[in-house]
């Protein structure tokens, strides 16, 4: 548990932008995981894809860690945004665009 | 491993006895679900804090037994 909260920790500490989703960018494995991986594409922002399929201690750990129940979420610097529906939210109104400038 | 629309209401609304609940079954399955929640307590929450207010409600089921829930929450 400690390790795990650390090796995420890590993970959205050394990345400006996180996506932990099922599949992976390229592949998407749901259709939650795809649409915000597509917003990114179209934001052409540098992300990290963690596939939490791949890994069950990150499918759980990352639950325990944001506290929230599903996958996709996303962090960026460092920050938990949210899963798809406030993805997309935040797409349609620039908010994430604003977000993203930022970096 | 699937909800009731019934069920979901309720869990809903004991967690939100003020709020205006709207809820549609996207795929007519009892296992994808769109919810928009307007309610006082999400006054000076942030997205994802009103979020996980409404995941709380549902006591665990979010993800378990309820796949997919998209999710609108507005003050009220």
Not at chain 1, 34 to 51: A, E, G, P, Q
Not at chain 1, 73 to 102: P, R, S, T, V
Request: aromatic content about 8%; charged content about 25%; hydrophobic content about 40%.
């Amino acid at each position: 548990m400690a390790t795990i909260n650390k090796k995420i920790k890590d993970i959205i500490n050394k990345n400006n932008v996180v996506l932990f989703m099922k599949g992976t960018a390229e592949m998407p494995q749901c259709g939650f995981s795809m649409t915000v991986s597509n917003i990114l594409k179209k934001l052409n922002v540098k992300f990290i894809d963690i596939d939490v399929l791949a890994d069950p201690e990150i499918r759980q750990g990352i639950k325990d860690f944001s506290n929230w129940p599903t996958i996709p979420q996303l962090y960026i610097k460092g920050e938990f945004i949210g899963g798809c529906d406030i993805a997309k939210e935040m797409y349609e109104n620039g908010e994430l665009k604003k977000k993203i400038n930022f970096i | 491993m699937a909800i009731s629309k019934k069920e979901l209401f309720e869990l809903l609304k004991s967690g939100f006895p003020d709020g205006e609940i709207k809820i549609d079954d996207l795929a007519g399955d009892n296992n994808h679900y769109a919810a928009n929640i307007k309610s006082s307590k999400f006054k000076n929450k942030t997205k994802v804090q009103q979020h996980q207010m409404v995941y709380a409600s549902l006591k665990g089921k979010m993800g378990n037994e309820l796949h997919a829930l998209a999710l609108t929450t507005e003050e009220k």
